[in-house]
């Protein structure tokens, strides 16, 4: 049986989340506890708790402790299914972060997999937002070989929710390693900016605008969809993601939610500002996606090499947990102003 710390490292979700995860893929029963000991609120929060029921769902798992607050986990999968699975958060829980969850068990199902979320967040505070997902982390686990797609049916903001997706998994039969040791130079910055009952304020128009001229300070300008959403009457919100492509494959993102009394064009400002910083040095992958890949390459075939100008307490934790789980080795190597992230296996 995999025993797992929560409180080791950042003490956060992605503990659990991963745990999960690895424990899905390897058919191994785990014993968790101390879950997300250092926030605020410790234990199963609602997207916490509706991660670990869907994921069950997909490896028909065995379960004790899976209550809202519990603090202690114990999770037996029994090989991971095909089909279609529904998980309904019920609060602006964060449905990207829920689909961090359960995403390398679909790569590792007997067949296609569809996965509908229903009343989370799909734009809210401390997660990456949907179209990150959708324009940023899909595109690069294609290259390893996943092939997934994510459909936005409601897009949903702090604090209803209500916003819904649909996740369609290929089965994946095996990762393939990535190698992103330079930056190369920038060939194309795109973006989707959104904005959901907006339309009259020109919200989604004002950020992409917001956005660029930031970036033309700099020399770039973006080519930015602008979408005026109607698919949720029940709560207004808006998102920017931005993204950049090198010729050497080097992918970086960045984005920035809109909030009650925040203007567009701070959002706008914000996301440019996020996607210049990893830009300007000369990382190969952004922060958010250096952590987010940790399982992918860990699970995949041969050794993976990255630049990340952070090492933050998410890729920290993943790194750690993925050696303790699947005894593969991560190397951390200072190199100029930039971390060069490398697996082998040990």
């Known amino acids: 049986m995999l025993e797992i710390d929560g409180s080791q490292k950042s003490g956060s979700g992605t503990i659990l989340r991963l ?74 829980g964060s449905i990207p972060m829920l689909l961090l969850t359960i995403l390398p068990l679909c790569a590792y199902a007997n067949g296609a997999v569809s996965v509908q979320v229903v009343k989370g967040g799909t734009d809210v505070r401390h997660a990456p937002t949907i179209n990150y997902l959708k324009c940023v982390f899909l595109p690069m686990l294609e290259r390893m070989g996943l092939k997934a797609s994510l459909t936005v049916r409601k897009y949903g903001y702090y604090p209803k929710g209500m916003g819904e997706v649909l996740l369609e998994v290929q089965p994946c039969f095996k990762l393939t390693s990535i190698r992103l040791k330079e930056f190369g130079t920038v060939e194309e910055l795109r973006g989707v900016s959104v904005c959901t009952f907006l339309e009259d304020r020109k919200v989604a128009e004002r950020q992409a605008k917001a ?35 090198t010729s050497t494959g080097a992918l970086l993102g960045g984005d920035a939610i809109g909030e009650l009394r925040k203007p567009s064009e701070v959002v706008g400002r914000e996301a440019a500002e996020n996607l210049f910083r990893e830009i300007e040095a000369q990382a190969t992958v952004d922060v958010h996606l250096a952590d987010m890949l940790v399982p992918y390459i860990a699970l995949a075939d041969g050794n993976t090499v990255y630049l990340t100008r952070d090492v933050t307490d998410h890729l920290d934790t993943n790194m750690w947990l993925a050696q303790k789980i699947l005894g593969v080795k991560f190397q951390v190597t200072k190199v100029g102003n930039l971390y060069r992230i490398e697996k082998s296996t040990a």
């Not at 004790?64 to 202690?72: D, I, L, Q, W």
């Not at 660029?212 to 949720?232: F, H, T």
């Open 19 to 92: 745990s999960i995860a690895l424990a899905g893929v390897l058919g191994e029963p785990l014993h968790i506890y101390n879950i997300r000991q250092r926030r605020g609120q410790p234990g199963l929060r609602p997207q916490h708790l509706e991660s670990v029921l869907t994921a069950a769902k997909l490896c028909n798992a065995e379960m004790k402790g899976a209550t809202m607050g519990s603090r202690e986990l114990w999770f037996k999968p029994d090989g991971i299914v095909s089909g279609e699975v529904r998980a309904e958060i019920g609060t602006a």
């Open 211 to 245: 956005a660029n001229r930031y970036l033309k300070d700099y020399g770039y300008e973006a080519k930015i969809q602008v979408v005026n959403d109607r698919s949720n009457p029940l709560q207004k919100g808006s998102s920017l993601v931005l993204w950049a492509e």
